[in-house]
C-alpha cells in the first residue's frame, strides 16, 4: 500500500519557466510533509517541509503548498534553473512516526537552458 | 562539520552471504535511520535507533537487523542475501529522535549489488 504516491516519474520544463511537482497521501495521520532532492550518487538533501497547521510554506524560489481536504502537496519551482534537474522525493511523517518518513516514488525532473 | 559517513560505498556480494554496512552520524546527532531505496519503489524506512535503542521498524524480514554504538555509530546486517536485496542503502541521522524541524542528514549510501 504505497501511502505517498508521485504519480509523475518524470517533468521537463524550461529554464526560467515554473516547475510544479505534485504529491498525494492516503494516511489521514500524516501532519507533516517534507520535499526531498536528490542528485545522483549523492544521498537526499532537505529541501523544504510544512506543517498540517499550514496551507503554504515558501523559502526562496521554492513553495510548498499542501491542500488538506484533498491530501495533495505540491512543489513549486520558480523560476526553474538548469542546477534544479534532480530527482524530488515528497515524504511524509505523523505524530508518532519518530524519525520514520515514508517516502513517494520520485520526480525526475529536468531543467532544459 | 562533516556530514553522515557510509561505508562501504559499493560492494557485490553473491546470494546467501551476509553483508555489514557502516554508518557514522553528523557529530552531535543520536538518531540514526537507514533506508532502502530500490528503482520505482521509492525510499523504504528500515529502522531507526536512538540511543542504542531500535525505535522503529519497517516492514523488513528479519534478514534485515541493525544496531547502534555508544558513539551513536551505526550498522546494518543482511543475512541470506537475496537478488532482490539489490539497492542503495542510505543511512540518515538527525539530532534527536521525532521531529522539531524534521530535517534528516543523508549520507551518500552505499550500493549494494547481489549477484
Known amino acids: 500500500d504505497q501511502q505517498v504516491k508521485q504519480n509523475s516519474p518524470s517533468l521537463s520544463v524550461q529554464e526560467g519557466r515554473i516547475s510544479i511537482l505534485n504529491c498525494d497521501y492516503t494516511?489521514?495521520?500524516?501532519?507533516?510533509f517534507l520535499w526531498y532532492k536528490k542528485y545522483p550518487a549523492e544521498g537526499p538533501t532537505f529541501l523544504i517541509s510544512i506543517s498540517s497547521i499550514k496551507d503554504k510554506n515558501e523559502d526562496g524560489r521554492f513553495t510548498v503548498f499542501l491542500n488538506k481536504s484533498a491530501k495533495h502537496l505540491s512543489l513549486h519551482i520558480v523560476p526553474s534553473q538548469p542546477g534544479d534537474s534532480a530527482v524530488y522525493f515528497c515524504?511524509?511523517?505523523?505524530?508518532?512516526?519518530?524519525?520514520?518518513?515514508?517516502f513517494g516514488e520520485g520526480t525526475q525532473l529536468t531543467v532544459n537552458p | 562539520k562533516a556530514g553522515v559517513t557510509q561505508t562501504p560505498r559499493y560492494l557485490i556480494k553473491t546470494r546467501g552471504q551476509q553483508v555489514t554496512l557502516s554508518c557514522s552520524p553528523i557529530s552531535g546527532h543520536r538518531s540514526v535511520s537507514w533506508y532502502q531505496q530500490t528503482p520505482g519503489q521509492g525510499l523504504q524506512f528500515l529502522f531507526e535507533y536512538f540511543s542504542e535503542t531500535q525505535r522503529n521498524k519497517g516492514n523488513f524480514p528479519g534478514r534485515f537487523s541493525g544496531r547502534q554504538f555508544s558513539n551513536s555509530r551505526s550498522e546494518m546486517n543482511v543475512s541470506t542475501l537475496e537478488l532482490g536485496d539489490s539497492a542503495l542503502y542510505l543511512c540518515?541521522?538527525?539530532?534527536?529522535?521525532?521531529?522539531?524541524?524534521?530535517?534528516?542528514?543523508f549520507g551518500e549510501g552505499s550500493r549494494l549489488t547481489v549477484l
Open positions: 540518515a541521522s538527525s539530532l534527536k529522535a521525532g521531529f522539531d524541524t524534521g530535517e534528516l542528514f
Open positions: 515524504a511524509a511523517s505523523g505524530e508518532t512516526s519518530g524519525s520514520r518518513l515514508t
Open positions: 494516511n489521514s495521520m500524516f501532519d507533516y
